[in-house]
């Protein structure tokens, strides 16, 4: 087997490959569809799209990050035994999306949502029979084939979306795309690896160490949920779904750098720090701070000239109706820089098993989050709300500074010269643009 340094690198390269391919097909994805479908109907997709994510998240029982953390997370009892777990959660998952349905629907005021949710929940049932070949290639950090996988996925979703949209503008557009893109991937997921079968079985002490694992990941998930898409649910609420159509272009755009980071750190960072925390952990905290400079100093590199000239690019690619979600963006990238500060140390807190640690963290943001939030929305309206949300991830560091410390991974030789970059770029921003 190659060193975990050559793998590391290896699946570095790749998923910055693929993250890369994979976002630039987004924005394509989003560029013709907006010139082809309204905002009120993508707007109605992306409300129902919060909401599965919502449910997905609050049914995470870990069952990926155990086979990765776990000793025995090769074996292929424990394998089988986590495919069986992760069928189980595909059907629960629709079943809950069928009874939310019309109270989502209720609560936002848009009755189409109820048919739109039932549907595109049963895609949960093909996401469960996925391979675990996927998360095995992922412990090993062979994440070429993965990203090939991925990439595909997506052709497929742009493919349908494009040619459904061209025959009919609707919605439904979006359902029939993301619908064929989750069928393709489930089912080339059992080719990734030749010889790697799955089948029905449930090991308990398997079981027990997942769910021991998982139990925090459980909580931490939902929470991420509300951390993470709280700002959405309130937007929609408050402004309607053409308004939520355009803050979640700026908010896509603006995540582009953060979610690369997220990325890195699961595929990439998680697996490594893993295996240096069970094999040698004296030099864990060495190998963390490489991580961090690299991962923090790029993604400085992709923030700050959205701080700066995010109104421009949106001028550059987006028509007239969509020109609101310049200053969105520009707000939202701050928020950014602060985002990947924090970040860039759940890797480690997942790969020391201090999974309640990552979990306080998410109670924090989200403590955070809604009276920012609604607090700037009161006082200025939507560009109130907005400056709200990009604060809270500033406002949460140092709660991740005091976990950081007890865990014994605080870095603040590399935190502090980021924050000083993103403040300057700031007040660039601000006073000269």
Same mark, same amino acid.
Request: proline share 4%; aromatic share 12%; with cysteine.
């Given at each position: 087997?190659?060193?975990?340094?050559?793998?590391?690198?290896?699946?570095?390269?790749?998923?910055?490959?693929?993250?890369?391919?994979?976002?630039?097909?987004? *924005?394509?994805?989003?560029?013709?569809?907006?010139?082809?479908?309204?905002?009120?109907?993508?707007?109605?997709?992306?409300?129902?799209?919060?909401?599965?994510?919502?449910?997905?998240?609050?049914?995470?029982?870990?069952?990926?990050?155990?086979?990765?953390?776990?000793?025995?997370?090769?074996?292929?009892?424990?394998?089988?035994?986590?495919?069986?777990?992760?069928?189980?959660?595909?059907?629960?998952?629709? *079943?809950?999306?069928?009874?939310?349905?019309?109270?989502?629907?209720?609560?936002?005021?848009?009755?189409?949502?109820?048919?739109?949710?039932?549907?595109?929940?049963?895609?949960?049932?093909?996401?469960?029979?996925?391979?675990?070949?996927?998360?095995?290639?992922?412990?090993?950090?062979?994440?070429?084939?993965?990203?090939?996988?991925?990439?595909?996925?997506?052709?497929?979703?742009?493919?349908?979306?494009?040619?459904?949209?061209?025959?009919?503008?609707?919605?439904?557009?979006?359902?029939?795309?993301?619908?064929?893109?989750?069928?393709?991937?489930?089912?080339?997921?059992?080719?990734?690896?030749?010889?790697?079968?799955?089948?029905?079985?449930?090991?308990?002490?398997?079981?027990?160490?997942?769910?021991?694992?998982?139990?925090?990941?459980?909580?931490?998930?939902?929470?991420?949920?509300?951390?993470?898409?709280?700002?959405?649910?309130?937007?929609?609420?408050?402004?309607?779904?053409?308004?939520?159509?355009?803050?979640?272009?700026?908010?896509?755009?603006?995540?582009?750098?953060?979610?690369?980071?997220?990325?890195?750190?699961?595929?990439?960072?998680?697996?490594?720090?893993?295996?240096?925390?069970?094999?040698?952990?004296?030099?864990?905290?060495?190998?963390?701070?490489?991580?961090?400079?690299?991962?923090?100093?790029?993604?400085?590199?992709? *923030?700050?000239?959205?701080?700066?000239?995010?109104?421009?690019?949106?001028? *550059?690619?987006?028509?007239?109706?969509?020109?609101?979600?310049?200053?969105?963006?520009?707000?939202?990238?701050?928020?950014?820089?602060?985002?990947?500060?924090?970040?860039?140390?759940?890797?480690?807190?997942?790969?020391?098993?201090?999974?309640?640690?990552?979990?306080?963290?998410?109670?924090?943001?989200?403590?955070?989050?809604?009276?920012?939030?609604?607090?700037?929305?009161?006082?200025?309206?939507?560009?109130?709300?907005?400056?709200?949300?990009?604060?809270?991830?500033?406002?949460?560091?140092?709660?991740?500074?005091?976990?950081?410390?007890?865990?014994?991974?605080?870095?603040?030789?590399?935190?502090?010269?980021?924050?000083?970059?993103?403040?300057?770029?700031?007040?660039?921003?601000?006073?000269?643009?």
């Amino acid at each position: 087997m190659p060193t975990l340094r050559t793998r590391a690198l290896h699946g570095s390269a790749a998923t910055t490959i693929g993250y890369c391919a994979s976002q630039v097909l987004r *924005l394509v994805n989003t560029y013709v569809l907006t010139r082809l479908i309204v905002p009120e109907e993508m707007g109605l997709m992306g409300m129902v799209s919060v909401l599965l994510q919502g449910l997905e998240m609050f049914s995470d029982i870990g069952t990926a990050p155990s086979i990765i953390q776990n000793r025995r997370g090769g074996d292929p009892e424990f394998l089988n035994t986590a495919w069986t777990l992760q069928i189980a959660r595909g059907f629960g998952l629709w *079943l809950l999306a069928c009874l939310c349905a019309v109270p989502f629907a209720v609560f936002e005021h848009q009755p189409r949502l109820i048919v739109l949710v039932i549907i595109c929940g049963s895609s949960n049932v093909f996401r469960g029979l996925n391979s675990t070949a996927l998360v095995f290639l992922s412990r090993q950090l062979y994440l070429g084939k993965i990203t090939i996988l991925g990439i595909a996925g997506q052709i497929v979703v742009l493919t349908v979306t494009v040619i459904w949209a061209l025959i009919s503008p609707t919605v439904w557009a979006l359902v029939a795309g993301n619908y064929a893109g989750v069928i393709f991937q489930t089912i080339l997921s059992y080719f990734v690896v030749p010889g790697h079968r799955n089948r029905l079985a449930f090991n308990r002490e398997d079981a027990r160490a997942m769910f021991k694992f998982g139990r925090w990941i459980f909580i931490s998930t939902a929470l991420t949920f509300f951390a993470g898409y709280g700002d959405k649910l309130m937007f929609g609420r408050l402004l309607g779904p053409a308004q939520f159509a355009i803050y979640g272009i700026a908010s896509e755009i603006a995540k582009l750098p953060p979610m690369f980071i997220k990325k890195i750190g699961g595929q990439v960072a998680f697996p490594m720090l893993a295996e240096i925390s069970r094999e040698r952990p004296h030099m864990f905290y060495r190998r963390l701070a490489h991580v961090r400079m690299a991962l923090i100093g790029v993604s400085l590199c992709l *923030l700050l000239p959205l701080i700066l000239f995010g109104q421009q690019l949106i001028n *550059l690619i987006y028509r007239d109706q969509w020109r609101e979600a310049g200053w969105m963006l520009r707000i939202l990238a701050v928020s950014g820089c602060g985002g990947i500060i924090i970040s860039t140390y759940g890797s480690a807190l997942f790969a020391l098993g201090k999974t309640f640690q990552a979990m306080f963290l998410l109670v924090t943001q989200l403590i955070i989050l809604v009276p920012a939030a609604l607090l700037g929305y009161h006082w200025y309206g939507e560009k109130g709300f907005i400056v709200g949300v990009a604060m809270v991830e500033w406002l949460n560091y140092p709660f991740m500074a005091v976990v950081a410390a007890k865990s014994r991974i605080w870095q603040p030789q590399i935190d502090f010269p980021a924050m000083l970059l993103s403040g300057a770029a700031m007040a660039v921003a601000y006073w000269v643009l």
